[in-house]
């Protein structure tokens, strides 16, 4: 399973747009990206997956370079509602494959 | 979409007692159920995969004979922490995978926040 890096925190204040770069340099061809978001005393939440390029949903979108090596989560106009620990994951889509989560990053959005 | 449906979503027991914690998928069936452990600013950790009709795999560290689970159906797990302790004092996190829905399919429990006095 391929490891991820995260900055293990950062700040920003509402309205602004947020980026949270996560490196993965063990990717394998068969690998997805995924993000997940949790709140203290939840289970984490989907936010995106992707597998090259952008995606993009209603809630965020995912930026991945060609060499697949990091991605980036982009939060635009954020609020306080989305302060929460943001989890990339890495891993194969088939079998059934267990998610190991890294350290995460722990964003704070301040007034 | 999936959901999952974890069960109780806190409890305290007594030192040397027992507790179980039920994880159901509510919509869709899974083979395949994990279990998770978060202590406070940390991660989530692995404890276990449990497996519909066999053996649960348990992470390394993690003692099967402490943390006992049963993945009796396609909908329900449970894990049971036997002679709870102070330092078995956590958040619980269960996951469940809707196969049919391919690598976005895994879903997460609200969790179980266990204090053990």
């Known amino acids: 399973l391929a490891k991820t890096t995260q900055p293990i925190s950062m700040d920003s204040y509402e309205g602004q747009e947020v980026n949270i770069t996560c490196s993965h340099n063990?990717?394998?061809?068969?690998?997805?990206i995924t993000w997940y978001q949790q709140f203290p005393s939840q289970g984490p939440r989907f936010i995106i997956q992707?597998?090259?390029t952008k995606v993009t949903n209603e809630v965020a979108s995912l930026f991945i370079p060609a060499d697949r090596k990091s991605s980036t989560l982009s939060l635009p106009r954020v609020s306080l509602s989305d302060t929460a620990v943001y989890y990339c994951l890495v891993g194969d889509a088939g079998g059934y494959n267990k998610l190991i989560f890294g350290a995460g990053t722990r964003l704070a959005v301040h007034p | 979409g999936a959901v999952v449906s974890q069960h109780p979503s806190w409890v305290i027991c007594k030192s040397g007692t027992s507790v179980k914690i039920e994880c159901r998928s509510l919509d869709f069936q899974a083979t395949t159920m994990f279990w998770y452990r978060q202590f406070p600013k940390q991660s989530l950790m692995l404890m276990a995969t449990?497996?519909?009709?066999?053996?649960?795999?348990?992470e390394q560290g993690v003692e099967k004979d402490k943390f006992l689970i049963n993945h009796a159906s396609l909908t329900l797990s449970t894990l049971t922490v036997t002679s709870a302790h102070p330092e078995d004092s956590s958040f619980y996190i269960c996951?469940?995978?809707?196969?049919?829905?391919?690598?976005?399919?895994?879903?997460f429990g609200s969790g179980t926040r266990l204090t053990v006095v």
């Open positions: 449990s497996n519909e009709g066999s053996k649960a795999t348990y």
């Open positions: 996951s469940a995978r809707d196969v049919g829905q391919g690598a976005v399919g895994y879903t």
């Open positions: 992707g597998y090259k």
């Open positions: 063990n990717i394998a061809t068969n690998d997805y």
